[in-house]
């Protein structure tokens, strides 16, 4: 009986060691000097250990104004890894699935439970090429 009472504190510890931790961006996306709507953008917590997958934290599109704001928590361990994922068809013609921009979000945009600072990427032009763009077309 004692046993029982043992590891259900043990579980109670262990899970409280897993933080509330999150992050949120906001930003506009043009093409052409023009704001780019239905964007698609994802913001994940990128996992390195195996078997544990990435954590979507938010996901939308961009509104008639090019316009976004993702924000979303998980609840990890260690310090999470934000990172924020652009799909657009911007100057792209007929190319098949999009283009992809992945941005690292630093840590110092981690909150934890509610949004205080916001990562504001301004204004991108998604034209240009980017370091860390490729194609994608599951998203």
Known sequence: MMFGYVLVIAII????????QGVAVKGKLTCGGKPWKNAKVKLFDIDTNPGDPDDLLDEKYTDKDGEFRVDGTTREMTPIDPVLY?????????????????????????????????????????????????????H
Do not use: V
């Not at 510890?13 to 509330?20: P, W």
């Open 13 to 20: 510890g262990s899970t409280e060691a897993f933080r509330l």
């Open 86 to 138: 652009i799909y657009h068809d911007c100057d792209d013609s007929i190319k098949p699935c999009q283009k992809k921009i992945t941005m690292m979000i630093p840590k110092k945009f981690i909150h934890f439970g509610t949004a205080t600072h916001w990562m504001d990427i301004g204004e991108l032009n998604l034209e240009m090429g980017y370091p860390e763009q490729d194609r994608s077309c599951y």
